[in-house]
């Protein structure tokens, strides 16, 4: 391998440091704190010693860039985030940073220059753990952070996140500064920890994603007749319950069996009203997270979600009321920056399972204005949670194959 483990590691632990005080349960670092900005800081420095050009944009992301041989070319870039929930791991974000940086240092000790410049980023509060929203650098890039909103997100402080940016010179003017053209970056690779179990069920180090999965979500009320469990007789009820029940087996065997392979859907919350061991339920509230990564699928298995909702409410007399919270676009690996990662695991011959990803990732919005891949490192004890880890060498694995996949696309 031409990456350094020993670098990886080094750099992941170093940058660990910058948390605030957990008493030993993994580290925290929310925005604009002080261990934010002293790990701010200490990425800068690093990208500098590198021989990297360090800029920031409107709202703060930071980049280190490596000319190319062809300046006027737009770049390839390599990026994550550096800013994690509370009581996190230390890969979450970190890995992809420091992946990037590797990549760098690699081409610096075998004198390769490129044709297209390099970038490593840094894309600030990618983590909703402070102010309730996910990915607000990369949304910004993509241009589609909306300033207004900002306003409304507040942290436990009850300071709005929009507070905290004018606070740091940071106006709407800024945000929309930072918004990119199309086609401004060539391409965008992340590397990132995959957040559930498959790569560790298939006995393999990495990763190749081929879409970022997205969501749907209903939250649903069925009202049906609240009386007494004694004296109403079977034939004459409307429970609100019994009725849930139907919609939820209904949700399970759509997502199964009637939409596309990869879809998913949970009701994975239900409020029963009264609530009572005497009394027919009157009322009952469902939480449904439908998911998948293919567009028409999830669009497919929605359809049939509502109509659903209608065929039951008829048929028992309750009334079903439903209101779509959220209604996500999934998005797909540019077949180019998926076909480098391939040929680039193929040629450093490291074993890899390609696969989707069923979190969101910066990498979703950058795929706006670049062409994006992301490349995944296997992970124990899942993330978000101080017992998270990667074990050193499946990080220099994965940042083997982004190497190549870099000088790929760079050439
Ligand atoms: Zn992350």
Redesign the pocket.
């Known amino acids: 391998m031409r990456v350094s483990k020993q670098r990886i590691e080094e750099d992941l632990k170093y940058l660990a440091q910058f948390s605030a005080d957990t008493g030993g349960k993994g580290i925290t670092r929310l925005p604009f704190t002080p261990e934010d900005r002293a790990c701010r800081e200490a990425i800068i420095k690093k990208f500098k010693a590198a021989g990297l050009h360090v800029y920031t944009d409107g709202i703060g992301n930071i980049y280190g860039r490596r000319e190319g041989k062809r300046p006027d070319l737009p770049p390839v870039m390599i990026g994550?985030?550096l800013d994690t929930v509370i009581n996190a791991g230390i890969f979450?974000?970190p890995a992809g940073v420091v992946a990037g940086l590797e990549v760098v240092r690699v081409l610096n000790d075998l004198s390769i220059q490129t044709e297209r410049p390099l970038e490593v980023a840094n894309f600030v509060i990618?983590e909703s753990t402070a102010f309730g929203k996910s990915c607000v650098g990369s949304r910004a890039v993509a241009g589609v952070l909306d300033y207004d909103e900002l306003a409304r997100l507040k942290d436990k402080n009850g300071r709005s996140l929009q507070d905290a940016f004018k606070e740091h010179g940071v106006t709407k003017k800024e945000i929309e500064a930072t918004r990119r053209e199309k086609g401004s970056i060539d391409s965008y690779i992340e590397m990132?920890i995959e957040q559930s179990d498959n790569l560790i069920k298939a006995g393999k180090p990495v990763g190749l994603v081929t879409a970022i999965a997205a969501a749907t979500r209903f939250q649903v009320t069925v009202k049906g007749q609240a009386s007494h469990s004694g004296a109403t007789p079977m034939g004459e009820r409307k429970d609100a319950l019994c009725a849930a029940a139907e919609i939820i087996l209904g949700i399970e065997k759509i997502a199964a069996a009637e939409a596309g392979n990869e879809t998913v859907g949970t009701v994975g919350n239900v409020t029963v009203k009264p609530g009572a061991i005497n009394v027919v339920p009157g009322e009952a509230v469902l939480a449904i997270d439908l998911r998948d990564i293919d567009k028409a699928d999830k669009d497919k298995a929605a359809e049939k979600i509502i109509a659903l909702f209608e065929s039951v409410g008829k048929e028992r007399e309750v009334q079903v009321e439903y209101l779509i919270t959220a209604s996500d676009t999934p998005v797909p690996a540019s077949p180019r920056v998926l076909g480098a990662i391939k040929n680039a695991a193929r040629e450093v011959d490291i074993p890899h399972l390609v696969m989707h990803s069923a979190a969101a990732?910066d990498a979703a919005y950058l795929a706006e204005v670049a062409d994006m891949g992301m490349i995944f490192i296997r992970s124990y004890g899942g993330s978000h949670n101080p017992d998270e880890w990667a074990e050193f060498e499946d990080v220099a694995m994965a940042t083997e194959v982004l190497l190549e996949a870099t000088l790929r696309l760079s050439s």
């Open positions: 994550s985030h979450d974000g990618e990132h990732h």
